[in-house]
């Protein structure tokens, strides 16, 4: 079994900052990709940013130059500082991350519980 659980959520005013954080525990062999997505009411989830094992990073247009992706793989842990905040940037943040599970070998790819960024204008 394994679990991504995600903090650092929260009521910010626009320009202001946030971090975000997700942690991954359980039958962890190794951890691909990790990465960052956002969703808003009535819309598609969409790719905030990724990040693989090496430390290369893309990021959505619109995040570019404000959020940062990092990840600590001795803790199994991504980050997502957040920068400049708008209004627009107001949704829930999941976790997404690429694991190969000891003893099944299997790769799979798991998702957090969310995390609700709302930015204040």
């Known amino acids: 079994q394994v679990q991504l659980v995600e903090s650092g959520g929260g009521l910010v005013q626009a320009g202001g900052s946030l971090r975000l954080s997700c942690a991954a525990s359980g039958r962890i062999f190794s951890i691909n990709t990790m990465a960052w997505y956002r969703q808003t009411p009535g819309k598609q989830r969409e790719l905030v940013a990724h990040?693989?094992?090496?430390?290369?990073?893309n990021y959505a247009d619109s995040v570019k130059g404000r959020f940062t992706i990092s990840r600590d793989n001795a803790k199994n842990t991504a980050y997502l500082q957040m920068d400049s905040l708008r209004p627009e940037d107001t949704a829930v943040y999941y976790c997404?991350?690429?694991?190969?599970?000891?003893?099944?070998?299997?790769?799979?790819?798991?998702w957090g519980q969310g995390t609700q960024v709302t930015v204040s204008s």
């Open positions: 997404n991350a690429n694991i190969v599970e000891i003893t099944s070998w299997r790769t799979r790819d798991y």
């Open positions: 990040i693989t094992t090496g430390g290369n990073t």
